[in-house]
């Protein structure tokens, strides 16, 4: 039985989506601990926005799913702050929240991929986040498995600020 005031958040989206931005606010907000991909894909000298082969993201992923048994093993909630592009990632990271006896849920950054583009481009003039290649972007937007009605999931779609986005989707739980 999974407890309710725990949970792991399963962030969901394209890049440039607004997820880094999102799990910040939803950490403040819940005292949540962030795990981050692309954090962690820095730490061990990656661009994944600029390729990466899939052996490494393998590897990344390994290290997301052992940062989160601990903060789960300490009954904390957290983020997987990721694409979280295939079903089988999303199922990893339930299967673990679930052994733990701890909720999970999906959130869905509903952006669509000209806005992704246009945001994309936004940073290329002017970086605030690490690069992505648009080629890159695209490939993600054409291989996402973007979830089914069998994943239990609350939808976020800008330009809903994400303060009350979090207000009302997480009060409504």
């Known amino acids: 039985m999974a407890r309710a005031d725990l949970t792991l ?7 440039f989506a607004g997820k880094s931005t999102l799990a910040a606010r939803i ?16 730490e061990r000298g990656l661009e994944g926005g600029l390729g990466i082969p899939v ?13 989160l048994e601990a903060f789960l093993g300490e009954r904390r909630s957290a983020i997987v702050d990721d694409t979280c ?10 299967g673990l929240a679930s052994r733990h006896g ?15 583009v246009r945001r994309l481009r936004a940073n290329e003039a002017s970086p605030l986040r690490p690069p992505v290649t648009e080629a890159i972007l695209r ?10 009605a069998g994943e239990p999931t609350l ?14 989707a997480l009060a409504a739980r």
């Open 139 to 148: 490939d993600l937007a054409r291989d996402f498995e973007w979830p089914d």
């Open 27 to 42: 950490a403040e907000r819940t005292g949540a601990a962030i795990v981050s991909l692309d954090a962690i894909n820095a």
């Open 155 to 168: 939808v976020y779609r800008p330009p809903e600020p994400y303060d009350a986005w979090i207000d009302r």
């Open 102 to 116: 701890i909720a999970s849920l999906v959130i869905h950054l509903d952006v669509p991929l000209d806005e992704a």
């Open 9 to 15: 958040y399963l962030l969901c989206g394209l890049a």
């Open 85 to 94: 592009c295939f079903r089988r990632l999303r199922d990893s990271y339930r």
């Open 55 to 67: 052996q490494e993201w393998v590897a990344t992923h390994q290290e997301a799913l052992r940062r």
